[in-house]
């Protein structure tokens, strides 16, 4: 079992930053994937990075890449989403998800945080 708490999000203008959080506990994240979704007004659900905690390669949606950054820290197990160029299309609740990496590819995320809002200005 693996609880996750996302913290960070808030109100940014168009073109600021903002960077989030999702501390993990319950166990080590070795051999797990951490991963950020978001799911806008009227949207579905979608994904937006993703880091494998065994050797912290990343992955990244088209839209988000060259403006997030996902990375971690080893000592506190956490691991952060680094947002920069902020557009109003970003605005949606991120959530931190939490898999084994055998199920990351497929998307099957088995533990969630209660998500936070991020709301973009234009």
């Known amino acids: 079992q693996v609880q996750l708490v996302e913290s960070g999000g808030g109100l940014v203008q168009a073109g600021g930053s903002l960077t989030l959080s999702c501390a993990a506990s319950?166990?080590?994240?070795?051999?797990?994937?951490m991963g950020w979704f978001r799911q806008g007004p009227g949207k579905e659900r979608e994904f937006v990075a993703a880091?494998?905690?065994?050797?912290?390669?990343?992955y990244y949606a088209d839209s988000v890449k060259g403006r997030f950054t996902v990375s971690r820290d080893d000592a506190k197990n956490t691991v952060f989403l680094q947002m920069n160029s902020l557009k109003p299309e970003d605005t949606a609740v991120y959530y931190c998800?939490?898999?084994?990496?055998?199920?990351?590819?497929?998307?099957?995320?088995?533990?969630w945080g209660q998500g936070t809002q991020v709301t973009v200005s234009s």
């Open positions: 998800g939490a898999t084994p990496q055998l199920l990351a590819g497929l998307k099957q995320y088995l533990y």
């Open positions: 319950g166990r080590t994240l070795t051999g797990l994937t």
């Open positions: 880091l494998r905690w065994s050797d912290s390669n990343t």
